[in-house]
């Protein structure tokens, strides 16, 4: 049974670019959120896609955007990236009514 | 929103000892806490959670509780070994909102 797929699991970028970062969920799942982790903080929350609409989102710019496609997968966009988008971007998969969140080892993305 | 704190942020143990990470939460409406324990350049990976209507939940060596009128939750990791070396990650989320907030993390040093 395949956990929570991510990719790429580096990035490389420059400021002014544009991101997408991949997110398969566990089998059985239909939830998808995602969350960025700045170095040595705990996770930040930055929106979650169900039937493929973003349900719920944090406290994020719209330069963030995001899509769930029919087979539950995801994708995360950041555009005009800046330096403090450096981050680890976690995404993480549950069942729909199920609060437990299984994470993938996420992509490392620098922004330079 | 919810605000989780989450202490100490580092904790040195020898092995065989307990270990104890406490975090207190801002929002009485929250009712779900999980626990994640996360290991060097590894995913966060869901170790035990509680809901509100429990005061304490235990599994193996692992044992969390709640004290919902003071808000706060505690990890308690009982005969502490090497591999519980990792940075611990407590969250709290009301029902029918869909993100976790994470504390800060505490990083856990179990010395052989």
């Known amino acids: 049974d395949a956990g929570v797929t991510q990719s790429p699991t580096h990035l490389i970028k420059t400021r002014g670019q544009q991101v997408t970062l991949r997110c398969s969920p566990k089998?059985?799942?239909?939830?998808v959120s995602w969350y960025q982790q700045a170095l040595g903080q705990g996770p930040q929350f930055i929106f979650q896609y169900y039937e493929e609409e973003e349900r719920q989102r944090g406290n994020f710019p719209d330069r963030f955007s995001g899509h769930q496609f029919p087979n539950y997968s995801s994708e995360l966009n950041v555009n005009a990236l800046l330096l403090g988008d450096s981050a680890l971007y976690l995404c993480?998969?549950?069942?729909?009514?199920?609060?437990?969140?299984?994470f993938g080892s996420g992509t490392q993305l620098s922004v330079l | 929103g919810e605000n989780v704190e989450q202490h100490p942020s580092t904790l040195s143990v020898q092995e065989g000892d307990s270990a104890v990470i406490k975090c207190t939460y801002s929002?009485?409406?929250?009712?779900?806490f999980p626990w994640y324990k996360q290991e060097l350049g590894k995913r966060p990976q869901l170790i035990i959670d509680i809901r509100s209507n429990v005061g304490e939940k235990k599994d193996q060596r692992i044992a969390v509780t709640l004290n919902k009128t003071a808000k706060h939750f505690s990890l308690h990791i009982t005969e502490t070994q090497p591999e519980d070396s990792a940075v611990y990650f407590c969250a709290a989320s009301q029902r029918g909102r869909r993100a976790l907030t994470f504390g800060s993390g505490t990083r856990l040093q179990v010395q052989p």
């Open positions: 929002d009485s409406a929250s009712n779900y």
């Open positions: 089998s059985g799942h239909d939830t």
């Open positions: 993480a998969s549950s069942r729909q009514g199920n609060e437990k969140l299984f």
